[in-house]
């Protein structure tokens, strides 16, 4: 997450504890302070707190888990990363509602894996990450598509 919003949060949690205790004692400004920074911490981590894991079970199927959705290696048919450049595009035009889609406004690459499940009418997943070259090589190693 930009360390500008935690600064944008508290400036707001300012402003608002500002306004709260005008012309009112100390009390009206720390108690809407208190409460108001720990909103404000709360909704900043539960932003971010995001974790996406690869794990693999003992017949040796990689599984990767995002929140409380699970996605099988052997039903991906194809992987590549979106670029800065395709974001637009892919959470735009191009976007399907019936995809999976984990996304931050902070993190401008994505993987998309595009699936291949006859049990699921999913096509793809796209997901946000930081790296999402490892996120792919440790999933699906070797499936990669370059972009050209």
Same mark, same amino acid.
């Given at each position: 997450?930009?360390?500008?919003? %935690?600064?944008? #949060? ?10 709260? +205790? ?11 302070? *208190? ?6 911490? %709360? ?10 894991? *690869?794990?693999? $079970? +003992? ?6 888990? *995002? ?9 991906? *048919? ?13 959470? +735009?035009?191009?976007?399907?509602? #019936? ?5 931050? #406004? %902070? ?8 699936? $291949? ?32």
């Amino acid at each position: 997450m930009p360390w500008y919003f %935690w600064v944008l #949060a508290a400036a707001v949690v300012a402003i608002t504890t500002f306004t709260v +205790g005008l012309n009112r004692n100390l009390w009206w400004h720390v108690i809407p302070a *208190v409460l108001l920074g720990a909103i404000a911490v %709360w909704v900043l981590l539960s932003w971010s707190s995001t974790v996406i894991r *690869v794990e693999r $079970d +003992g017949d040796g199927t990689r599984w990767l888990m *995002v929140k409380d959705a699970q996605l099988p290696h052997d039903v991906v *048919v194809r992987s590549i990363v979106v670029p800065k450049t395709a974001r637009r595009s892919a959470l +735009g035009p191009q976007y399907d509602p #019936a995809s999976f889609l984990v996304t931050h #406004a %902070w993190l401008p690459e994505h993987a998309m894996m595009v699936l $291949d499940d006859p049990e699921d009418p999913t096509p793809y997943w796209l997901l946000a990450s930081k790296s999402p070259e490892e996120l792919l090589d440790a999933f699906v190693p070797g499936q990669r598509q370059e972009n050209s």
